[in-house]
């Protein structure tokens, strides 16, 4: 296997693996909106489950522009031979 096929295949796994995570954080983040579950209705108070749920949205919000910008630092870094010795 040359050097030139594994340099390809660790910027597809990267990039397989951002793209499966920005899925899953996505379905996650459609429920944000959602109300308190019956089964916690007891336990939740409404305020503060909205307080909470409205924590988790800029925080899915911050994630999501942090690890793009990650993303592009290391593909930065692998395409213009950051790392080469």
């Excluded at 305020?47 to 949205?57: D, L, V």
Aim: charged residues 25%; proline residues 2%.
């Amino acid at each position: 296997m040359s050097a030139e096929t594994l340099f390809y295949i660790i910027v597809a796994i990267i990039l397989i693996d951002f793209i499966i995570d920005k899925i899953v954080d996505s379905l996650n983040a459609s429920r944000f909106n959602d109300p308190v579950p019956k089964e916690l209705e007891d336990v939740y108070d409404d305020a503060e489950y909205r307080k909470s749920q409205n924590y988790k949205k800029e925080v899915y919000r911050f994630g999501v522009v942090s690890s793009v910008f990650s993303l592009f630092i290391l593909l930065g870094f692998l395409l213009f031979d950051g790392f080469a010795m």
